[in-house]
């Protein structure tokens, strides 16, 4: 009897573990707390996107950037002079759980520079954003392997497939935020990504044509 209700508790477990969805360990409603510093950001870094003269930049540390996850996130960072909303577009490695390295300009908005290092707290948040989310392929993506990206989303994106046939296959994210196809699986075919809500975009037309945004459909709702 006892062994076959640890049958049961693993398969429970297995099951679990298969049907769960991939996202981000950063979750809505919930308020992180740590320590918040500022680098020289200009929007470029490990997420890979482009220079940028918007000041509301942030780096996340390791761990909250998860393996990419955060990469285009918007959170909204709250210190002792006052708050404002970045965007993450890099990763910190030496930050421990819970900071954020802001963009010298934002973290002024939320404390004195002079102090270098504050306690902040933040929450992920779903922002006003108009427009339809964009793709890029990466640099020397090929019909035999391919690198893409998704933009200027307005939530956390939580999986990328492309579609073969019937088949939609997931690919895997890198920590420099591209979803690639290593032997070129569905390069060039309909995208089709989820959130951390659960909301789901397809795209089709969307060329292997490296370095270039291209604009989807539609937008991430609003949560």
């Known amino acids: 009897m006892r062994g076959r209700l640890a049958l049961l508790a693993a398969v429970t477990a297995f099951l679990a573990t298969a049907t769960a969805p991939a996202y981000a360990s950063v979750q809505p409603g919930v308020t992180y707390s740590g320590e918040g510093t500022f680098y020289g950001a200009t929007g470029v870094g ?89 793709y890029r392929y990466k640099e020397g993506s090929s019909p035999w392997w391919c690198g893409i990206q998704v933009r200027d989303h307005r939530n956390p994106v939580a999986t990328l497939e492309v579609r073969t046939g019937t088949t939609w296959h997931r690919l895997p994210r890198q920590e420099y935020n591209y979803f690639v196809s290593a032997d070129g699986t569905g390069c060039g075919s309909a995208i089709r990504v989820t959130d951390i809500h659960g909301q789901t975009l397809t795209d089709t037309g969307i060329t292997v044509t490296p370095n270039v945004d291209q604009p989807g459909r539609a937008q991430f709702g609003k949560r």
């Not at 954020?100 to 933040?122: K, N, S, Y």
Request: charged fraction near 25%.
């Open 46 to 134: 490990n997420c890979l996107y482009d220079a940028t003269g918007d000041i509301a930049v942030a780096a996340l540390n390791h761990t909250d950037y998860d393996n990419a996850r955060m990469c285009g996130a918007h959170i909204r960072v709250r210190g002792p002079r006052g708050e404002i909303t970045v965007k993450i577009v890099d990763r910190c490695p030496e930050c421990r759980p819970g900071d954020v390295d802001l963009g010298r300009q934002a973290f002024a908005r939320i404390a004195d520079p002079v102090a270098g290092r504050v306690p902040i707290t933040w929450t992920l948040v779903s922002p006003d954003i108009s427009g339809p989310v964009a």
